[in-house]
């Protein structure tokens, strides 16, 4: 069983930073597919961003396209966000997800909720105008 602890949350000024982490413990696959996801109240859960855990490919949805990137620590298992330039329409509960769908040395469909079979419990981003 793999275990996601996201952490880095909090409340920021439009135009500020924020870095979230996601520790991963537990049982993971060799290669699969990690991903950010955000969903706020009364919205669907969409997909910001994704990663391929064997090369580290990437994947940024246009929303955050410029503005978040994803990266990983192999050495300590932890999957970062590094959110710049923050907007409002940024706050969301963000969450870490991981066994996403491979498929021909990538991520199948890396925004896809469906796709990913295993979630954490999310961290809050708040961002203020």
């Known amino acids: 069983q793999i275990f996601l602890q996201e952490s880095g949350g909090g409340s920021v000024q439009a135009g500020g930073s924020l870095r979230l982490s996601c520790k991963v413990s537990?049982?993971?696959?060799?290669?699969?597919?990690m991903g950010w996801f955000r969903q706020a109240p009364g919205l669907k859960r969409e997909g910001v961003a994704a990663?391929?855990?064997?090369?580290?490919?990437?994947y940024i949805s246009d929303s955050a396209k410029g503005r978040f990137t994803i990266s990983r620590d192999r050495t300590t298992d932890t999957l970062y966000l590094q959110m710049s330039d923050l907007k409002p329409e940024d706050s969301a509960t963000y969450y870490c997800?991981?066994?996403?769908?491979?498929?021909?040395?990538?991520?199948?469909?890396?925004?896809?909720?469906?796709?990913?079979?295993?979630w954490g419990r999310g961290t809050q981003v708040t961002v203020a105008s």
């Open positions: 997800a991981a066994h996403g769908f491979i498929r021909n040395g990538a991520c199948y469909a890396p925004f896809e909720t469906s796709d990913y079979t295993d």
């Open positions: 537990g049982y993971t696959y060799i290669t699969y597919c």
């Open positions: 990663l391929f855990t064997r090369d580290d490919i990437t």
